[in-house]
């Protein structure tokens, strides 16, 4: 079943070192033609400056158009069209996780270790209208993420960063100020000018700033919960149509400047993004040419694989490591995971080489033993952990089970995932573990399963499979959420472990308040070496996926943030 994976993940490999495809290399030998397995990895797929033709989009799901509203990377994608924020991601090749000015002039200043951020919004910037974009539309747009009853389902980030009050602000819908801009931690000295007061230092803080959710909203079209149906742009393209049969259609917003817009091109005349498709439908559209671009990040399925070899179209691919980190968590509120030893038996036991062969082979997933992922710089030295029963036995006489004991291994139910699972429990079993797989609803899996306390205590849930991805790559938005004692939740929890220690606490302090970056990066390793001691997370592997280019796509570059190729720069031929 993995063979067309593995066969995949050898093709690319000769295809870098063969340099198959026609083209030629640009400046320090990086790849520029689309004929060059992952030449969209590290460099331009195609490069091209050619202005025309629709931009042809494929999306499994969109949740929202409304900026404030989505919570799905390919739709953060594809609102780089249309959502400008202060900040944004860079389309330099090479360094698309690096952030650079958008609306403001700079990535914003801080005299007092980031708990203060001030920007200055460029002159000449629009909304569709043809209204200027001023510093209280910023501010109104991100107040909209405060009102939970009627924006939901985006990142909520700002209302923990902006709002700490016993009575806090309710969103603009509640607002009875003037002009309903009555949130007193982001001050509008003047239209230009945006002072944020966060509630704690926060170094970060521009990257909460790069996320469709802290784009400007003019208050005069705000339209509530209804927004996402006709969204007003402040880039390139306009939302023109919203069809369930044929789709999304973007058309060139004429107010955008692009002298006041140095990321996006903005090459195609249209944008058209069909949605609903199955994971094999996108592959076989961008395989028949009919489609350039598929925003999921999801890679080509393993059906579709051995035709791309079949076919010798692996120059079209680019190989990404995702920065996804499937992981196992050991819940410490349920027995017998409050023990240590108990947890560091299970951790003993497990056999990375078994769960990457589950999932798919080396094609789909790299093995890993540290809660770190590849795609984010600065981790500690990791070695390949190997399974050690003799230990686990060790650890499970020191924790009062010599026999070993049972448990429920909660997963979602979606097959793959399932028969991973069974490998584990397998494994476990070898020491005496019994660990009864429990599938459930994939829909509700995070939300109201392990996601949620009282579920995780009533279904006995002593191990926990989960996949994390950081919104921003930073140490701190991928290991907070996690390991902080402070992020647990009743609902809505993603410190899927439980793990509160006063340690672990103490060094995110530490590294949240360091000001040199190499200090920093050397804090937040020691806050990885504290949690390993813990023995709450088991990290497995990270996910790969091959992304697929449509044959007329231009410019194709990987941006990593979002899994896929930017769109805000993607030509068509």
């Known amino acids: 079943m993995t063979r067309p994976v593995v066969a995949l993940a050898a093709l690319l490999a000769l295809a870098v070192l063969a340099g198959c495809g026609t083209g030629n290399t640009g400046v320090a030998g990086v790849p520029t033609q689309s004929g060059e397995a992952n030449s969209g990895v590290a460099g331009v797929r195609n490069p091209s400056d050619e202005p025309g033709g629709t931009l042809r989009l494929l999306a499994g799901e969109i949740d929202s158009l409304d900026p404030q509203r989505s919570y799905v990377p390919g739709v953060w994608n594809l609102m780089r069209l249309y959502a400008r924020t202060l900040v944004t991601w860079s389309t330099e090749p090479g360094n698309t ?34 209204r200027p974009i001023t510093s ?108 369930p049969q044929t789709g999304v259609v973007l058309e060139r917003n004429p107010e955008w400047d692009p002298a006041t817009d140095d990321v996006r091109t903005a090459l195609p005349d249209r944008v058209v993004v069909r949605s609903g498709l199955s994971s094999l439908a996108r592959d076989q559209a961008l395989l028949a040419g009919s489609a350039d671009i598929d925003l999921s990040g999801s890679g080509v399925q393993e059906a579709t694989t051995a035709r791309l070899v079949d076919r010798g179209l692996g120059g079209r691919i680019d190989d990404v490591t995702t920065g996804s980190l499937r992981l196992l968590a050991l819940p410490t509120t349920v027995a017998p995971m409050d023990n240590a030893e108990c947890r560091a038996a299970v951790a003993a036991v497990v056999d990375r ?118 919104d921003f790559p930073t140490p701190a938005s991928f290991l907070v959420p996690l390991v902080d004692g402070r992020s647990l939740r009743p609902v809505g929890n993603t410190n899927y472990a439980r793990l509160d220690d006063p340690q672990v606490n103490g060094l995110v302090d ?25 023995f709450t997370y088991v990290p497995l592997a990270e996910n790969r996926v091959q992304l697929l280019a449509g044959q007329r796509l231009r410019n194709g570059l990987v941006m990593q943030p979002y899994g896929g190729y930017d769109v805000a720069t993607a030509g068509v031929r």
């Not at 609306?103 to 043809?130: K, P, Q």
């Not at 360091?514 to 813990?534: C, K, L, N, Y």
Request: hydrophobic fraction near 40%; proline fraction near 8%; charge should be negative.
């Open 97 to 130: 996780d690096e952030l650079v000015p958008d609306l403001a002039t700079d990535l914003g200043t801080t005299t007092d270790g980031g708990r203060t951020w001030t920007y200055t919004l460029r002159e000449g910037v629009r909304f569709e209208t043809g």
């Open 136 to 243: 209280r539309d910023v501010k109104y747009g991100i107040e909209r993420s405060f009102a939970s009853d009627v924006v939901v389902g985006g990142p909520t980030y700002v209302v923990d960063l902006l709002d700490d009050r016993a009575d806090p602000y309710a969103g603009p819908y509640q607002d009875e100020t003037p002009d309903r801009l009555g949130l007193p931690a982001i001050a509008t000295p003047d239209d230009r000018t945006i002072v944020f007061t966060l509630t704690t230092p926060t170094p970060d803080f521009p990257f909460v700033l790069a996320l469709p959710s802290s784009s400007p909203v003019p208050a005069e079209n705000d339209t509530a919960g209804s927004y996402g149906a006709d969204p007003i742009s402040s880039g390139p393209y306009a939302v023109t149509s919203v069809d």
């Open 353 to 470: 080489r078994e769960v990457q062969e589950a999932l798919g082979g080396a094609g789909n997933v790299v093995r890993t033993s540290t809660l770190w992922p590849r795609a984010l710089d600065g981790g500690p030295d990791e070695a390949d952990a190997e399974p050690d029963l003799a230990t686990a036995r060790e650890k499970l006489a020191s924790c009062g089970h010599p026999n070993g004991f049972s448990t429920v291994f909660a997963v979602p139910d979606v097959p793959t995932i399932v028969e991973m699972a069974g490998v584990v429990a397998a494994q476990l079993a070898e020491v005496g573990i019994q660990a009864e797989v429990r599938p459930l609803d994939p829909a509700t899996y995070y939300a109201t399963d392990i996601g949620n306390r009282d579920a995780v205590t009533a279904g006995g849930y002593g191990l926990v499979l989960a996949t994390w991805t950081a």
């Open 510 to 534: 530490a590294a949240r308040a360091a000001a040199e970056p190499a200090i920093a990066a050397d804090a937040w390793r020691q806050v990885v070496r504290a949690v390993d001691q813990t």
